[in-house]
């Protein structure tokens, strides 16, 4: 039959609908609201969001999660294939001050882990692949801020690559494994190289300069090979010191 109440209604036990409910107006819930099915709606608005999924079957197991409190956002998701042994993970945070994102892939029978990761804030910006493999870290990383960005590459023989820009130049070092090293300059006015051997000695260096002066040194042999005709023309004369020449 039809239950009718037109003043306040108020029941000590459980109340079961078999057929659909609606609610002309604000309901609230003191206590926690279960829902088994599929909750439709079309706006939310809520202090604290939990919400999760987790799924295992013959091929994969997975686990997802969105939480949103104290004015934080946290979106994130994990899956191990179990024909490749692969975990896979992915994670999206953010707050008042930026955002932080990575997704790592995990070789569960060897450890070896590949990690993308960017973070962002208002004034600093890092992104980087890393690779961990027979326990050593390797990649690309650069951290790029109001001034200018550094990047710097490894490979897991230990060789470096790092450049460095700016607004009034760059500079590019790359390191070997072994700790030989060259270093390249340039700014407005100069572009200089210099290459050092593994204890840190100059071992050859050149200069460019704005006031027109080239600037060539060497602890070792140089050759100059010219297939056709070379002229040599100085304006402040010539002077030659050539010890050992014939």
């Avoid at 709606?41 to 999924?53: F, G, L, N, Y």
């Avoid at 109001?146 to 760059?170: F, I, M, P």
Wanted: negative net charge; aromatic residues 2%.
């Amino acid at each position: 039959g039809t239950l009718h109440a037109t003043g306040e209604t108020k029941l000590d036990d459980k109340l079961t609908v078999k057929g659909e409910a609606t609610f002309e107006k604000n309901v609230t819930a003191e206590k926690d609201l279960t829902v088994k099915g599929t909750l439709n709606t079309k706006d939310v608005a809520a202090e604290t969001i939990h919400i999760s999924k987790s799924e295992d079957t013959t091929d994969y197991k997975s686990e997802g999660s969105i939480i949103g409190e104290g004015g934080k956002l946290s979106v994130s998701n994990e899956k191990t294939d179990k024909r490749t042994n692969i975990t896979e993970k992915s994670e999206l945070n953010v707050n008042e001050k930026g955002t932080v994102n990575w997704a790592t892939s995990t070789d569960n029978a060897t450890g070896n882990v590949t990690e993308g990761r960017s973070e962002v804030t208002a004034d600093h910006i890092k992104n980087s692949v890393q690779k961990t493999e027979g326990g050593k870290t390797f990649g690309y990383d650069e951290n790029i801020t109001e001034t200018g960005k550094v990047g710097t590459a490894t490979d897991k023989d230990g060789n470096r690559n790092e450049l460095t820009q700016t607004a009034t130049g760059t500079e590019n070092t790359v390191t070997s494994k072994d700790g030989n090293k060259s270093t390249t300059k340039q700014e407005a006015g100069s572009i200089s190289s210099t290459v050092y051997d593994k204890d840190g000695n100059v071992k050859a260096s050149s200069e460019m300069k704005e006031d027109g002066s080239i600037s060539n040194n060497a602890t070792g042999d140089m050759t100059n090979t010219v297939g056709g005709k070379q002229t040599n023309i100085g304006g402040g004369g010539e002077l030659n010191n050539l010890p050992g020449c014939q």
